[in-house]
């Protein structure tokens, strides 16, 4: 491929493959052969860099991962701020979901946006022996006659829902007659599949099977409709890419699931295209609606101005001669304001290596944000992706650096160890590991309690973020292992 990045500087083939083997070497003969495959040095131009993925954690290691609920509860349908969101099983899912990832909503709590608040039908063990239908059923009434302007009800079934067979399709059909309203079953137990991706999937079959084509919106169509798939707004992130999308003239009319709206996301079926922001957990929806509606998709990148630039004048190509001179106006508009931040910040964070470990879309999607700050991503590596996730990653990487699945945290500390990047860039879980080791950190999970870093506006934020981790004076009083 001609357009491949150049060979790291300081990496190589040889020397990421010994530094795998060295890793691997702690382990025994079975749990090596199942890990051996998931890492490897980058090598876009050869088909045996390919990574497994999507495949069950060893037992015994810790994993990074999470479950079918969370994919569910805290990815897709939580967001959504104008339903009512009921972890149905034990109290601590329940409460464990509420506010950990920061999928900030507008409104007012508690009369028009439900997302900052939360549901659960509390099971006890008397629900466990004798089922928790009757449970459900009142709680359904409590919710409707509590917040008589919740647009909706959504049941995700916990793990203990889906072991005694509760039948929380039943109740909610039920639900949804008495109460004039979509009462959404997702059973999305947390014991199934590998990781929170099939979560993902659950939830886009209920929404497909539900919700889609039930509303229209209101007002006349225009070719320039467009719904934003697969953004949850974590610190803000879809109102800075919605104000872009705005300023080049597209009107953005629903929201898939940030600070999205049910009767919106029911009429996506009437928009003309949908762009999709991650990859991982939405592409089916986008496929289902190509297929059934005929509606085009885009996957798009807005971190980093390099990738905004490049996504713009890929959405404008999808439009008229208006949109597309508006798409030029705009990034000229921008220039400057970046090259600016660009200029403050480059120079202190120039040749920085960076090691990335997230889930859904970051891993690849901010290496260009991190390319424009004269930053080096030398080893990226998801939680739960799939191959086609690794096969739109290995052109972003240079050869000779490192890709992995479902990393274990002896295998990240090996790693870090011997690369010694400047900083390491992944969840909450391993965020203290490496802080008191000495190793600058941010939380990409959910943008380090700041954000946005989407978009233009969220460019500058992102900057700021990754001098202050880097830079910090604080770490010349802990020593780093190396």
């Not at 137990?189 to 509303?215: A, K, M, P, W």
């Not at 929806?285 to 509606?293: A, R």
């Not at 590596?381 to 000779?400: C, I, L, N, V």
């Not at 990240?412 to 879980?429: F, N, Q, R, T």
């Amino acid at each position: 491929m001609s357009d491949l990045k150049k060979p790291a500087e300081g990496y190589s083939m040889e020397d990421t493959s010994q530094m795998l083997e060295d890793t691997l070497s702690i382990y025994t003969d079975k749990a090596r052969a199942k890990r051996e495959p998931h890492m490897s040095a980058n090598d876009p131009d050869d088909s045996g860099c390919a990574i497994r993925s999507n495949r069950k954690t060893v037992p015994g290691v810790m994993s990074a991962r999470g479950c079918a609920y969370a994919g569910a509860k805290g990815v897709v349908w939580g967001p959504i701020r104008d339903m009512v969101h009921v972890s149905h099983g034990p109290v601590g899912c329940g409460f464990y979901s509420w506010g950990t990832r920061r999928n900030l909503t507008s409104g007012t709590v508690g009369v028009d946006n439900f997302s900052p608040m939360m549901f659960t039908s509390d099971f006890q063990e008397h629900d466990i022996v004798y089922g928790g239908d009757r449970k459900l059923e009142k709680l359904c009434d409590e919710a409707h006659e509590l917040f008589p302007l919740a647009k909706g009800i959504s049941i995700l079934s916990e793990c203990p829902v889906g072991l005694i067979g509760d039948d929380i399709n039943a109740s909610a059909k039920q639900a949804s007659a008495k109460l004039n309203m979509p009462v959404v079953p997702c059973n999305c137990e947390g014991f199934r599949g590998v990781s929170q991706s099939l979560g993902h999937h659950i939830s886009n079959d209920t929404i497909r099977d539900y919700i889609i084509g039930t509303r229209e919106f209101d007002g006349p169509e225009s070719p320039y409709d467009i719904a934003l798939i697969g953004d949850y707004n974590i610190g803000g992130d879809i109102w800075a890419a919605v104000k872009v999308l705005e300023e080049i003239g597209l009107n953005v009319k629903a929201q898939w699931t940030g600070d999205g709206q049910i009767e919106h996301i029911a009429a996506t079926h009437k928009v003309k295209l949908n762009l999709i922001h991650c990859y991982r957990s939405m592409n089916y929806m986008c496929k289902v609606m190509e297929e059934k509606y005929g509606i085009p998709w885009l996957e798009f990148n807005f971190f980093g101005p390099t990738k905004i630039k490049e996504s713009l004048r890929a959405i404008g190509e999808c439009f008229d001669d208006t949109i597309k001179a508006n798409v030029e106006k705009v990034i000229a508009r921008y220039d400057a304001e970046m090259q600016a931040v660009i200029d403050e910040y480059r120079p202190r964070l120039e040749g920085k290596k960076v090691m990335v470990f997230v889930g859904g879309l970051r891993p690849r999607h901010t290496i260009g944000a991190y390319e424009d700050l004269g930053m080096e991503v030398v080893a990226a590596g998801y939680e739960f992706a799939h191959t086609d996730d690794y096969d739109r990653t290995y052109p972003e990487m240079a050869k000779g650096t490192l890709v992995f699945d479902d990393a274990s945290e002896i295998e990240l500390e090996k790693w870090v160890e011997h690369m010694k990047p400047d900083l390491v860039a992944s969840g909450i879980k391993e965020k203290y590991v490496f802080q008191k080791s000495g190793i600058p950190f941010r939380q990409m999970h959910s943008w380090d309690y700041s954000g946005p870093y989407h978009a233009y506006e969220g460019f500058e934020i992102f900057a700021r973020d990754i001098d202050m981790a880097i830079n910090s004076p604080t770490w010349g009083l802990v020593k780093s292992p190396f």
